[in-house]
């Protein structure tokens, strides 16, 4: 049977150059791996103006319910600096039990494990009692529109639904069954204006100097603390990100002062009731009349960034105890269930079913010399191997 080395599988996928938003040959390298396996193969191309195209990947097994999904992404980060690299980033060489190459964690590596843990189970069981599908899109490490959100949607139109989705990101900071993510942060990034009066610095009276308000807008946007975090999250965050006038010289007043933030929010939050919040606040300190004496609030605009990542938790214990039993199982950790670290592509999955993330080891991840243990790879096809069976059982049962 073909396809059951999760070695082999990341050494054809790392040939293939495939940089957002490039499809580089890893498509195809999938569609030749999953289709003697049984699996539907279906090639999506997504368009949209001021974009490139992207290619993405549907395949299924089976037609008949409980339906698992594996999404991911053959997509990877430009190599950088190809000459600082020991191993070339397209050549998948192995040194010291270490595979190399762009990608390897980040995540073809995932790909290639699942796809070896789907042909052993099918060389040992046949095709499961149900079906298993995989989503792949080429825009995830790019802008994200032509990917997994324009899939499921296509995906879903022709009638295709799911009862539980595993993406295969890194998800494990140190060592091979540390963390399952079982949520994410939401996050939201904010740009605001101060509209003051450009003068001398010498006759203040005759301006309005924005910054006196900025400065006061941004204190005001970080503290107090915006909560203390939740059972499942740490403690939102806001971080301003950038500060401009526009202004070099030290006897002006500037006309305007810029600033930019985001925060990544908990789910004491929603995007909305966080924007709220936000904006009583820039109200707040834009009224301060300590600041600028006898004079009427500043005037401010702000505008947010146009799609916010709502924070999402999944609850679903057919999902996340047959996963973080398989990892149990195999290496004998107990894994954390987390929902730290940034975005992903499951923000966009969680509206159709439960989701819950798991992967390699993300340490080299969009480095130079990115590059996973041979060892990790196995061992990670063997959890979702059993990842695979407990799930169909506890969803049949
Ligand atoms: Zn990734």
């Not at 037609?63 to 000459?83: E, I, Q, R």
């Not at 006897?251 to 600033?259: D, E, G, Q, S, T």
């Not at 929902?339 to 159709?352: C, E, L, M, N, V």
Request: proline share 6%.
């Amino acid at each position: 049977m073909s396809a059951t080395d999760p070695v082999e599988n990341l050494a054809t996928l790392i040939r293939c150059p495939s940089v957002t938003p490039s499809e580089g040959g890893a498509l195809s390298a999938l569609d030749a791996m999953l289709t003697p396996l049984g699996f539907a193969v279906e090639r999506v191309t997504a368009t949209e103006a001021g974009t490139p195209d992207i290619e993405n990947l549907y395949a299924r097994l089976g037609t008949s319910g409980p339906h698992l999904m594996f999404a991911g992404h053959t997509d990877v980060v430009p190599v950088g600096d190809a000459a600082a690299w020991s191993h070339p980033p397209f050549a998948a060489e192995i040194e010291g039990g270490e595979l190399f190459g762009r990608g390897a964690v980040d995540m073809k590596g995932g790909i290639a494990c699942f796809i070896a843990a789907v042909a052993r189970h099918v060389e040992k069981h046949s095709a499961p009692q149900g079906s298993i599908s995989f989503l792949i899109t080429g825009d995830e490490e790019g802008p994200a529109i032509n990917g997994t959100v324009k899939l499921l949607e296509w995906a879903a139109e022709k009638g295709e639904r799911w009862d539980a989705c595993l993406v295969g990101e890194p998800t494990n900071p140190d060592k091979l069954g540390d963390m399952i993510k079982i949520g994410r942060r939401g996050s939201v990034s904010g740009f605001v204006t101060v509209h003051g009066v450009q003068g001398h610095v010498a006759y203040p009276h005759l301006a309005d100097n924005p910054l006196r308000t900025a400065t006061a807008m941004m204190q005001a946007l970080m503290s107090p603390r915006l909560d203390e975090g939740t059972e499942n999250f740490p403690p939102s965050n806001l971080e301003v990100t950038g500060i401009d006038t526009g202004n070099t010289a030290t006897n002006v007043i500037p006309a305007k002062a810029k600033f930019a933030f985001n925060v990544r929010f908990n789910d004491l939050w929603s995007a909305e009731s966080l924007q709220a919040e936000l904006i009583r606040r820039l109200d707040t300190a834009a009224a301060d009349e300590n600041l600028r004496p006898g004079r009427a609030p500043m005037r401010y605009d702000i505008t947010w960034s146009e799609r916010p990542s709502h924070v999402f938790l999944t609850r679903n214990d057919a999902l996340v105890s047959s996963l973080s039993g398989a990892v149990e199982s195999v290496t004998g950790s107990t894994p954390k269930l987390s929902t730290t670290g940034g975005t992903s592509d499951a923000r966009f999955i969680k509206d159709y079913c439960p989701v819950v993330e798991f992967g390699l080891v993300g340490q080299t991840m969009h480095m130079v010399d990115e590059r996973v243990a041979v060892a990790d790879l196995e061992t990670l096809t063997e959890i979702y191997g059993v990842f695979i069976e407990r799930w169909f059982a506890h969803a049949a049962a």
